[in-house]
């Protein structure tokens, strides 16, 4: 999958990001969190790709699907998923996962949802089939997208090269949850580090 998604990308560019990103969305199976820490990963030492205009098109893709879920969610119903949604991996079970979390937390679901596949997939669909206000639904799958795009591209941008397949076995062996987890902490650990070496510059340059 891994090797394909690169294929892609080194022919297609951010078109075939922003159809991927889509789609993934949509509950097409595509690996999300590999797919962006393989994109930050082409973005340094004067990689294909520039940090910049691989974020605008993630978010662009990312917001697309969650539109057309949305969409297909308030005008198909829950039956209609019910019935169909197995073919693109939305089936009964997870239906009902997201189904419960959605009336635990709301629309809160739909933005940090993104971080729990199983989930993320579905919540835009439940948001539509409760008929959530559009601008409402924006605003949380906007704010929700923002911080996944931002998160997954900034790692990736950070460790290079080895990005896709630290994410690759730390998804396949240890799970999704840690993974999470590992993300935070490396984005928090990153950010500490250079505000650490920019405030020792400054030190330098004022004594």
């Given at each position: 999958m891994l090797d394909d998604i690169l294929l892609l990308i080194e022919n297609y560019g951010y078109i075939a990001l922003f159809g991927l990103l889509a789609v993934g969305i949509v509950g097409i199976p595509v690996p999300d969190e590999i797919l962006m820490t393989t994109v930050g990963s082409l973005t340094t030492n004067g990689g294909p790709l520039t940090l910049g205009m691989s974020f605008v098109v993630?978010?662009?893709?990312?917001?697309?699907?969650?539109i057309v879920s949305y969409m297909l969610g308030k005008t198909v119903g829950k039956p209609f998923l019910y019935r169909y949604g197995k073919w693109v991996k939305l089936t009964p079970q997870r239906l009902d996962l997201a189904e419960g979390w959605f009336k635990?937390?709301?629309l809160w679901t739909v933005a940090f949802g993104y971080y729990v596949p199983g989930v993320r997939h579905f919540t835009c669909y439940l948001a539509g089939v409760s008929a959530v206000t559009?601008?409402?639904y924006l605003l949380y799958a906007g704010t929700g997208a923002l911080i996944w795009c931002a998160s997954f591209l900034t790692l990736g941008h950070?460790?290079?090269t080895n990005a896709p397949k630290i994410m690759n076995l730390v998804h396949h062996y240890m799970g999704i949850s840690v993974a999470v987890i590992i993300v935070l902490a490396a984005i928090g650990i990153l950010i500490y580090m250079?505000?650490?070496?920019?405030?020792?510059?400054?030190?330098k340059t004022t004594s």
């Open positions: 993630s978010y662009a893709g990312t917001m697309t699907g969650m635990k937390y709301g559009f601008w409402k950070f460790i290079g250079r505000y650490r070496k920019r405030g020792a510059s400054r030190q």
